[in-house]
């Protein structure tokens, strides 16, 4: 039988994700419309997106928050390129976006004396092996695989390297220990529901430190400086962006941060994702014909939970379109790279309610095309 009950929002894609709950566009503080962004008005919005993030967060004394081009991959790369060269680099590849920074590092930057941990999907790297004597880049949270770093124990507080961790679907819904991170990079389109095309940086009093006694060999784009006369630049860090933000994306965000701390805080986003996974984890153990991706229950994403089913990779795609045209679940196939599957944003913003009634919908759909 057909559910009879819809979910209310079904808007489950893992980027750009569902709006927070009760959003309304024309409630935003929209004075910023029209206004320069280097306007008194336009530096106290973006001065307030870096130190209500660095607020609401918890970042320890003396971190830096920047609003930065080209979302969470202009962010990551940013740091890249004006970090990395000084020591050697192991990278931890264990899905495409970490694949990507890969190449980035083997392929565009071509630095010598890198060492690249690999796992397939599912997997995740051996820590034991990482040497942190190198520079460390890592994804916390696999966005097109569903697995996720359980904890930083892995990471000693006397590294001698920095670690880059691109943490764009974990920030606001995982438990970041935060003074192992040196630099910690992600998009408002993730867990908070904001609009992309932004990306934020922050750094760590080390990573700030190597940005200040390193100069690298190749070409820096503008879009990548972070310092001037050999001193990292304040006004970054203070809303200064180096070039012009959407000021409506801005005031989305600002409206995100406040729903966040609405509702507890990190504390109560994170619960919020956890019990979203929870709903989905209970219909797995109740259903043999779908399962995470993840191997390991600890590795288990809360976020962007990846699922493979017991059917064909062209039933997959069928079934995620049947759900699609009956409104119930909008964008859950898998990443293109990735294997065949469903993926469910189980963010922040996503209410509990709307992934239980999209449950029933799986089964009948996966009736539907089996048929």
């Known amino acids: ?12 894609s893992s980027g750009p994700c569902a709006k927070r709950p009760g959003y309304d566009v024309s ?6 419309l029209g206004r320069s962004h280097r306007s008194a008005l ?3 919005a973006l001065g307030l997106a870096c130190s209500e993030t660095a607020r609401i967060l918890g970042l320890p004394e003396g971190y830096r928050v920047a609003v930065v081009p080209g979302s969470d991959t202009g962010a990551i790369e940013m740091a890249m390129w004006s ?5 050697g680099v192991d990278v931890l590849e264990w899905e495409s976006f970490s694949a990507g920074w ?3 590092i083997v392929k565009q930057l071509k630095l010598p004396n890198t060492n690249v941990l690999q796992a397939g999907y599912g997997d995740i790297t051996d820590f034991s092996k990482v040497n942190f004597d190198n520079d460390v880049v890592f994804v916390w949270n696999g966005t097109t695989s569903g697995v996720k770093v359980p904890n930083g124990d892995w990471i000693p507080a006397n590294r001698a390297g920095l670690t880059l961790c691109d943490a764009t679907s974990s920030v606001f819904a995982m438990d970041m220990p935060w003074d192992k991170l040196d630099v910690v990079t992600y998009s408002w389109q993730k867990v908070l ?5 932004h990306g934020m940086l922050i750094l760590s009093p080390r990573a700030v430190e190597r940005l200040e006694a390193y100069n690298p060999p190749w070409p820096m784009p503008k879009v990548f400086r972070m310092k001037s006369g050999g001193k990292i630049s304040e006004g970054l860090f203070k809303g200064e962006t ?4 959407s000021m409506l994306c801005v005031a989305d965000y600002l409206d995100a941060l406040q729903w966040a701390e609405s509702v507890g805080g990190v504390k109560g986003t994170i619960a919020r994702s956890e019990a979203n996974l929870k709903v989905i984890e209970d219909f797995c153990a109740t259903n043999d014909w779908i ?4 191997k390991d229950k600890a590795t288990r994403s809360n976020t962007s939970v990846c699922l493979s089913l017991k059917l064909t990779a062209e039933q997959v795609k069928k079934m995620a379109k049947l759900l699609e045209t009956e409104g119930v679940a909008y964008d859950i196939g898998a990443y293109k790279d990735a294997p065949a599957g469903l993926r469910i944003w189980c963010g922040a913003t996503v209410e509990k309610s709307d992934l239980q009634a999209l449950m029933p919908w799986l089964t009948w759909a996966y009736e539907q095309v089996r048929a």
């Open 1 to 12: 039988m057909q559910p009879s009950v819809k979910p209310k929002v079904p808007n489950f």
């Open 42 to 44: 336009g530096k106290k």
């Open 193 to 197: 529901g904001g609009e992309g095309g």
């Open 102 to 104: 890969v190449t980035d």
């Open 242 to 245: 180096i070039n012009t933000p």
């Open 83 to 87: 970090l990395l060269g000084p020591r």
């Open 291 to 294: 399962s995470f991706l993840a």
């Open 27 to 32: 409630k935003l503080q929209l004075d910023v």
